[in-house]
């Protein structure tokens, strides 16, 4: 039987172990998971969702309190127009983040930066633009282009010196989407270096509706290495949600796939930047703690553990300090359902807001735990202590366990103290 260490991912002229880490926003796919990916030889994500927040937590830097200072809190209003990011700042966040990280990096894999698209920042253009061309000028080795994919993206730098060094990917969960995304950049002569194509387990927001259920991503993946077979297109296909052991991965290689992007198994390891307390439910759900909901005002579908702390909440919208879902006309539907509900219930001091979250607010304290369909299977791949609380596992552990198993065996590690009978 195969092993995921017996196929390479060949991206340009790079030979890589076929496992790459998912982003996973905000700050949770940490610097240090990523480097631990590329030191064994695969690829790790950075995110840059709310970068101003992660590199003032990081780096010490006061990005979130510049802005906020700028902009006096209206109450009851719609309308957040005039609470712009300042680009100058955005742009040297993200260097920022990109260059400290980039500067650890040992070993012979990559680190690329996860870019949502749906972070849409007041001024979706504009950001983004400054977004990508700073990771590139601060040395990141890709680009993955995720959550709202934005048709125009690749044009917003074409005229960037690293345009075609750079490895350029975007994530799809349809072959549609794709063959929009490769016609509308036809003239830049420019094809993706790769391309995940996310099915419906997956955590974070899908890009299914609430019928995600209905899909299959082995079914997605054939469609796509088809349609790339046909037209001759030589585009590195990684399948990601759910492939939760070395051999569902091998099996996506044997079908013709490049590589694999896994990131729910790494939410319980010591790397990740979720607080330890938060890893321990993420050890804990059951299957029926884990849903799909509506409330993410991106207007995507978003998994997560039920019992998280940020849903139902009706905190104070807070777009003056983060602001990152405002639309390119200053509008954010948390900020609507807040302003309804305190408008129904005017002599209540907290109002609760069921349809909607705060997503800035909420993912900035690790209050919404987003998480794969398979977040209940992650009690099987450690040990439990005596108290109860599960062992954290190193990203070492859990990046070689996909590379080397077989049989669909997850190996789980020495324990560290005493276990519980
Ligand atoms: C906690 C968590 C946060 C995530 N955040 C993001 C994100 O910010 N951007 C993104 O493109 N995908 C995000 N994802 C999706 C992953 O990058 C990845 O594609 C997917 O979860 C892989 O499936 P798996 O978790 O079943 O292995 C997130 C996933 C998890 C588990």
Known sequence: MKRLDDFRMTLGRDQLVPIMIGGMGVDISSSDLALEAARLGGVG????????????????????????ALYKYVPETDDKSNVKFDLGHLAEATRLHVEHTMRRKTGLGKIFINCMEKLTMNAPKETLKVRLASALDAGIDGITLAAGLHLGSFALIEDHPRFRDAKLGIIVSSLRALQLFLKKNARLNRLPDYVVVEGPLAGGHLGFGMDWAKYDLATIVEEILQYLRTEKLAIPVIPAGGIFTGSNAVRFMEQGAAGVQVATRFTVTQECGL?????????KAGEDDIEVNEISPTGYPMRMIKSSPGIGDGIRPNCEAYGYLLDGHGRCAYVTAYNREVAAHPDQKHVSVKDKTCLCTHMRNFAIWTCGQLTWRLKDTSVQHDDGSYQLLTAQHVFEDYQFSTDDRIKRPEPTLVLAE
């Open 45 to 68: 994500h950075i995110s840059d969702a709310m970068i101003k927040t992660v590199t003032d937590r990081r780096y010490k830097t006061k990005y979130v309190k510049a802005k906020q």
């Open 275 to 283: 607080p330890d307390d938060v890893k321990q439910d993420y050890f």
